[in-house]
T-cell receptor
Framework: DGGITQSPKYLFRKEGQNVTLSCEQN?????MYWYRQDPGQGLRLIYY???????QKGDIAEGYSVSREKKESFPLTVTSAQKNPTAFYLC???????????????FGQGTRLTVV | QKEVEQNSGPLSVPEGAIASLNCTYS??????FFWYRQYSGKSPELIMF????GDKEDGRFTAQLNKASQYVSLLIRDSQPSDSATYLC???????????FGSGTRLQVQP
């Protein structure tokens, strides 16, 4: 089945640690995105990538890093510089071209990160 | 910064009624708009897409777009308790080619 797989589902981080969230898709989509969602809030864009080996900062990139070495994979690292990382992290992908429905973003199941 | 605004709610309607959810956006260049439904603790799922001015119907859902007023709405007819969720409005940022989301409206359908 085609889709987006995020792992782990739950992640606990100690103060000062870096952690990496995995995102893999087999939809053959060019574009991939990372969003952060805080309780009662909408989704805020962290990083996005329209093509392999290229990515751009979103609205809240500070304290995060990404890589896009393969079309299928877009891991997100939450660094110790991110002062308030507890949130629900969502990875998404889309076809990327055009302006129609094919720009729909498909989401993974999310990773809930908690600082302990 | 380009913004999408929604009333956070909760919007409470009785079962069988019409639920009306509204959204405004700041980017006049936006052309594509999406409504996602998100159940508590789950990821968003697309329920409607609209690109042209006017109405678009899909089953019990109708999306309405007014580009002159920069306004998007979602109507849910014959609301069911299973429709209780948060509804996220999103616009496509044509510069970044990424979706900009509103904060969502929580809908409660009372049996």
């Amino acid at each position: 089945d085609g889709g987006i797989t995020q792992s782990p589902k739950y992640l606990f981080r100690k103060e000062g640690q870096n952690v990496t969230l995995s995102c893999e898709q087999n939809l053959n989509h060019d574009a991939m995105y990372w969003y952060r969602q805080d309780p009662g809030q909408g989704l805020r864009l962290i990083y996005y990538s329209q093509i392999v080996n290229d990515f751009q900062k979103g609205d809240i990139a500070e304290g995060y890093s990404v890589s896009r070495e393969k079309k299928e994979s877009f891991p997100l690292t939450v660094t110790s510089a991110q002062k308030n990382p507890t949130a629900f992290y969502l990875c998404a992908s889309s076809i990327s071209t055009g302006t129609g429905k094919n720009t729909e973003a498909f989401f993974g199941q999310g990773t809930r990160l908690t600082v302990v | 910064q380009k913004e999408v605004e929604q009333n956070s709610g909760p919007l409470s309607v009785p079962e069988g009624a019409i639920a009306s959810l509204n959204c405004t956006y700041s980017d006049r260049g936006s052309q594509s708009f999406f409504w996602y439904r998100q159940y508590s603790g789950k990821s968003p799922e697309l329920i409607m897409f609209i690109y042209s001015n006017g109405d678009k119907e899909d089953g019990r859902f109708t999306a309405q777009l007014n580009k002159a007023s920069q306004y998007v709405s979602l109507l849910i007819r014959d609301s069911q308790p299973s429709d209780s969720a948060t509804y996220l409005c999103a616009s496509l940022d044509t510069g970044r080619r990424a979706l900009t989301f509103g904060s969502g409206t929580r809908l409660q359908v009372q049996p």
